[in-house]
């Protein structure tokens, strides 16, 4: 007969046999779902941390500085191209064209009175400066007012000659010692004939000039005249800027005036823009460059912009990029005054026709919540204001929300 089953090993209905198991089942659970949850909560998307951020106050401070703080007087302008002359060649008595032989220069250099030029069918063309360029060839003997400012060139020159007004022995001493810079004999040889060949000079209307172009060595050039030496086109006196008369090329194109900014001032405002005034130039794209005013036309009411003056500025040097020929220029004059104390316009509260400023700074100094400050000027974006022991320059102050 078969053994009965122990009572402790009888499974009952209702009644869990390890019942310890029971308990570590639900603490894992219980765990597992309170990690889920605490994870779930500390992970953050990129969409919530950009919201968070965007709503986030920083603080912003600045401090006060010591600045001029004044108004600009303003015109609008263009730039406008310099003068420029044309050197045409005059082809030798001895020559049966003009060809360029020798340079002497080069493009962007500066080039003044007594200088050598170049040679065309191997004779010299040297730079003279005059305000009124001679009109006729000067031989032994001749006299006038035309001798007189030769004279004066040729002194200017370096040559020791007297303004007689006469062409004595000395100018004609002074005439070959030019020619002698070129290892060259001048017109009439070298005795009592020496004399001036109008076609181996160039006229400058200043004291000097910028090469803006020059011939190549090898150039057969346009011909203002014949070798006849008494053409003032030959001597280079037309009208600057304007085209030369022959087909082929120049000798060179010398510019006898940069490049500068013309614009016109009021009745009003031209007195802030007096000659030697150095001014801000503001050009396309935010190029910036300065200047000086170099002269005030007269009153015109003949232009677009309105009745005034012409007022002229010169580069201190042109920018490459900003300034094109016939593009638009805001000219600025410079800020002048004392520097004052001031702060950046933001920083500034304004309650009941007061002004203030909000300290900050050290957090353990005791500082008011806010100073109340007397403004002078305002300006590009600040505002000066009257000394004060409370804010010394240096110090911080808030940026209001």
């Known amino acids: 007969m078969a053994a009965e089953p122990d009572g402790d090993a009888v499974a009952r209905p209702g009644w869990v046999a390890r019942p310890a198991l029971i308990g570590v089942f639900v603490a894992v659970v219980l765990l597992v779902a309170g990690s889920a949850f605490w994870w779930g909560r500390s992970l953050r998307t990129p969409e919530s941390v950009a919201v968070d951020a965007s709503t986030t106050v920083v603080p912003v401070d ?15 302008g263009e730039v406008v191209a310099g003068t420029t002359l044309p050197v045409e060649a005059v082809r030798p008595r001895s020559a049966a064209r003009a060809v360029v032989t020798a340079v002497h220069v080069e493009v962007g250099q500066e080039v003044g009175a007594g200088m050598l030029l170049a040679e065309v069918s191997d ?15 000067l031989t032994a003997g001749e006299r006038g007012e035309d001798v007189t400012r030769f004279q004066e060139a040729l002194a200017e020159a ?13 100018t004609q001493g002074a005439i070959r010692d030019l020619y002698d810079r070129a290892d060259a004999e001048p017109p009439g040889g070298i005795g009592p004939g020496t004399s001036v060949d109008l076609g181996e000079l160039v006229i400058l209307p200043g004291p000097s000039a910028v090469v803006a172009s020059v011939a190549a060595v090898g150039t057969v050039l346009s011909e203002g005249a014949s070798g006849a030496g008494s053409s003032t086109t030959a001597a280079a006196s ?3 800027g304007q085209p030369s008369g022959g087909s082929g090329p120049t000798l060179a194109e010398l510019r006898t005036a940069p490049d500068a900014v013309r614009a016109r001032a ?11 005034t150095d001014v801000t130039l503001t050009g396309e794209a935010g190029a910036s460059a300065t200047g000086t005013v170099s002269s005030i036309g007269a009153f015109s009411t003949d232009s677009s912009s309105g009745a005034g003056y012409d007022v002229q500025v ?5 920018p490459e990029q900003g300034f094109a020929i016939g593009r638009p220029v805001s000219v600025a004059t410079g800020r002048t005054g004392e520097p004052v104390p001031a702060v950046p316009l933001v920083a500034v509260l304004q309650e ?3 002004t203030f400023v909000q300290p900050t700074g050290d957090p353990e100094a005791t500082l008011p919540p806010r100073i109340e400050i007397g403004v002078r000027e305002q300006a590009d974006g600040w505002a000066s204001f009257d000394p004060t022991d409370a804010l010394p320059v240096g110090a911080l102050v808030r940026v209001p929300r």
């Open 123 to 137: 004779r010299p063309v040297f730079v003279l400066s005059m305000d009124v360029p001679p009109y006729r060839a």
């Open 62 to 76: 600045v401090a006060v500085e010591s600045r001029v703080v004044a108004e600009s007087a303003r015109l609008q």
């Open 158 to 170: 370096g040559l020791d000659v007297v303004d007689s007004g006469v062409v004595d022995e000395q």
């Open 266 to 276: 009021s009745v009003i405002s031209v007195d802030d823009f007096t000659v030697g």
């Open 238 to 240: 037309a009208a600057p």
């Open 314 to 318: 010169t580069f201190a040097q042109r």
């Open 352 to 354: 009941d026709g007061k």
